[in-house]
């Protein structure tokens, strides 16, 4: 049974694959830009009027970035069993959801959402094993 543990955040995706004895980790960078909107100004008045910039148009592509990441994540779990989500921020129920309206076949394999703190390569994998109660195996 092949069983995967994704730590996903907007930046990058680790996967931890455990069949039997054997693990294999997969590091998958998201292609998502980082933004800072520069422009706008302040009246020079205390309640003046402001010129706002439009952001929009970033949020727009970063949007789309992320459903090309997430349609990658979706393809490389196809062939899991069982699957846990897990991560900091928002991108890991983001991305659930994702899985939810656009791969529901995929969707039905997930155990799991948890939040968890950025992790080294071995923590990910003592993780994931604790998860599928694989612990320290002798």
Same mark, same amino acid.
């Given at each position: 049974?092949?069983?995967?543990?994704?730590? /996903?955040?907007?930046?990058? +995706?680790?996967?931890?694959? !455990?069949?039997? $004895?054997?693990?294999?980790?997969?590091? /998958?960078?998201?292609?998502?830009?980082?933004?800072? @909107?520069?422009?706008?100004?302040?009246?020079?008045?205390?309640?003046?009027?402001? =010129?706002?910039? =439009?952001?929009?148009?970033y949020l727009?592509?970063?949007?789309? =970035?992320?459903?090309?990441?997430? +349609?990658?994540?979706?393809?490389?779990?196809?062939?899991?069993?069982?699957?846990?989500? #897990?991560?900091?921020?928002?991108?890991?129920?983001t991305f659930?959801? #994702? !899985?939810? $309206?656009?791969?529901?076949? /995929?969707?039905?394999?997930?155990?799991? /959402? $948890?939040?968890?703190?950025?992790?080294?390569?071995?923590? !990910? @994998?003592?993780? +994931?094993? $604790?998860?599928?109660?694989?612990?320290?195996?002798?």
């Amino acid at each position: 049974m092949k069983k995967t543990g994704i730590w /996903v955040d907007k930046a990058k +995706a680790h996967l931890i694959t !455990l069949v039997d $004895e054997k693990v294999e980790f997969r590091t /998958v960078e998201s292609e998502v830009e980082f933004y800072n @909107v520069k422009g706008g100004s302040r009246s020079k008045t205390r309640w003046g009027p402001q =010129q706002v910039v =439009q952001d929009s148009r970033y949020l727009e592509r970063e949007k789309h =970035q992320l459903k090309a990441y997430f +349609a990658e994540l979706a393809r490389l779990l196809g062939r899991a069993d069982r699957i846990c989500i #897990f991560g900091p921020g928002e991108t890991k129920l983001t991305f659930h959801k #994702f !899985l939810s $309206e656009n791969d529901p076949a /995929v969707a039905e394999k997930v155990e799991a /959402v $948890e939040t968890t703190d950025s992790m080294t390569e071995n923590q !990910l @994998v003592a993780w +994931a094993k $604790e998860f599928y109660g694989m612990g320290r195996m002798h």
